[in-house]
Structure formats: C-alpha cells, structure tokens
C-alpha cells in the first residue's frame, strides 16, 4: 500500500492549483465569448433592420405612385365619360361602378384558393 501512496504523490504536482486564478480566467473567457457573440447579434440585426427599413420605403414609394396613378386614370375617365354623356353624375356612377368591378376582381384574384376537403388526403 504505500508504493501505491509514494506512486500518487510522485504524480500530483508539486504545486496545488490557483483555483481563484482559474476562475477568473474562465469567467474572463465567457465574458469574451459573449461579448463575442453580442456584437454579433448586433451586427446582423443591423443588417436586417437597414434592408427591412429600405424594402418598406420603396414599397411605400411604389404605393404611392399606384394611388396617384389611380387617380389621374379615374379623374381622366370620369371628364371623358363627362364628355359622352353631359352629365356629371352619370360620369361618376360608371366610374365607380368601373372601379367596383375590379376591385372585387382583385379581391377575388388575390384570395386565397380553397382546398377541396374530400381530396385533400394521400392519393390511394
């Protein structure tokens, strides 16, 4: 038995570990590391408000210019039709009458498609 304890103490360094020392070097470390990745996060969601930020303003440029296209057509059609027909109110019931169509075109076009439910399942 006391090769055994002469053996383990010829093993363990002379020297005990800084355990204080370690510690704070391990925290250090994951400090670092979070740091790390904080600027990280940062930077890539920088990144993705700025390109978020560019798309809705050149949506809202491009919606802007429909409505202001919309109108000038509408206000065109609405004289024309003024034109044709001498009266203003019916100029105003076509054109809106005109612009209902599409619009419910539209809504309708852009609606979502409804499944069939009796064929949604796997093909037999």
């Known amino acids: 038995m006391d090769s055994h304890r002469d053996e383990l103490a010829r093993r363990e360094p002379t020297n005990p570990p800084n355990w204080p020392t370690l510690f704070g070097r391990a925290v250090d470390d994951v400090s670092r590391i979070l740091q790390a990745k904080i600027h990280l ?3 890539h969601l920088s990144a993705l408000v700025e ?10 440029i491009v919606l802007f210019m429909f409505v ?4 000038c ?7 024309l039709l003024h034109r044709w027909l001498e009266e203003w109110w019916i100029a105003f019931v076509l054109a809106r009458g005109a612009l209902l169509v599409v619009g419910i075109g539209f809504w309708l076009g852009l609606a979502p498609r409804a499944k ?9």
Do not use: C, M, Q, Y
Request: charged share 15%.
């Open 41 to 43: 996060f940062e930077a």
């Open 51 to 60: 390109t978020a930020i560019k798309n809705a303003l050149a949506r809202l």
């Open 68 to 71: 202001v296209g919309g109108t």
């Open 73 to 79: 057509f509408v206000g065109a059609a609405i004289v």
């Open 116 to 124: 069939d439910t009796l064929h949604s399942g796997s093909e037999l």
